[in-house]
């Protein structure tokens, strides 16, 4: 059996199925029940293995010198007291602008990307409103 050489899309993928058993854990830690002590901790250290066996990849992965992003990393993986690093900027405060909106209650300033489609609920509300107005 052939082993496949790994990229950084298979560490995405390796990051994420860490992140899911972190959850996974938490949960059975925190949420599931079991009949008795033993049957809980059976299930966490099979779990664990599984999660072990996954880091052991990733991080053989990333020695190889494997592209990652420290955002993608799961919190389980970033060192203390780190924040993860993020590519967008921070959001800018919103300006508060004075706008003037016409008499109907649907009009919107801006478009929908749905207009003219079976998604657009603005037509859909209008025709309704028109509707009951008539009855």
């Not at 300006?95 to 209650?105: D, F, L, T, W």
């Amino acid at each position: 059996m052939a082993i496949a050489a790994g990229d950084k899309y298979q560490l995405r993928s390796l990051h994420e199925e860490i992140a899911l058993f972190d959850r996974k854990l938490a949960h059975l830690a925190n949420h599931e029940k079991f009949a008795s002590d033993e049957e809980r901790d059976a299930a966490a250290r099979k779990m664990t293995t599984k999660r072990n066996t996954l880091v052991a990849t990733a991080r053989r992965l990333v020695s190889e010198g494997v592209e990652f992003n420290a955002s993608e990393l799961p919190k389980s993986l970033r060192p203390e007291g780190s924040e993860p690093a993020t590519s967008e900027p921070a959001p800018e405060a919103p300006v508060a602008q004075k706008s003037v909106r016409a008499a109907g209650p649907l009009q919107t300033e801006a478009s929908s990307p749905y207009a003219g489609t079976a998604l657009d609920w603005q037509a859909s509300m209008q025709r309704y409103l028109a509707k009951k107005k008539r009855a």
